[in-house]
């Protein structure tokens, strides 16, 4: 039985995603197996094609306001429910992984989560299906230039960038549309590619959605992202 679980990060923020500037198709596209990703872009309202929509886009950057705003829409299936997602640093060869949705999360969790300067920084803050608080969590050195997101669970650890995954898109990134125009969607296979996992690309579905620099900042309310991306 599926279960779904959704992140807000970032309350109060302007951001925009550099490399979509330079967005091109992937190539080659990847194999999806079976109809659960395109069942599921269809069932909240997109036109994507999972098979050839693809895009090449592996890391991330916010503007200069040092804030981000993300709402990340997550689709858990069989041993997904143990994993944890969260961001790091994509310009260093080790890098340190920033939890932001623990394994143990439940369904309608959410976080706030902030990038900051001096110290560069980026603030968790976990909330439960009720809005109660779980816990924050400051991640010291993360580069709001520079990110990519990882899952990790029972599979292994897989990255946003294929060649940390020894060349594997375990990874797929597509453009949103109708309202969703300008933003992303992420999806994660969790377990190897090359090792026998089933590759359908739905264990982990997350959305990632950006206002306009240009935008005055304004407050976003977790109905209203809900709303938006279901």
Known sequence: ????????????VTVAFASSALAAPRVPQVAVVGGSLQGYFNGVGETINVLTDQQDISNWATTVSGNSTFSLM?????????????IYNAGVPAPTLYQVFPGAAATDWFATVAFRNFPTRVVVNLFDNNAVLQGTT??????????????????????????????DAQALVYPGHGINAGQWWLAFEDASVTGGSDQDYDDAVLFLESVNESTPVSTTTWGQLKTRIR
């Not at 997550?74 to 969260?86: D, H, K, V």
């Open 1 to 12: 039985m599926k279960r779904f679980a959704t992140i807000l990060l970032g309350t109060v």
């Open 74 to 86: 997550i689709e858990l299936t069989g041993n997904a429910a143990s994993n944890s997602i969260g």
């Open 138 to 167: 400051t991640y010291l050195g993360a580069d709001r230039t520079n990110f990519g997101y990882y899952i990790q669970g029972p599979g292994g650890t897989f990255y946003s960038q294929d060649y940390r995954n020894g060349g």
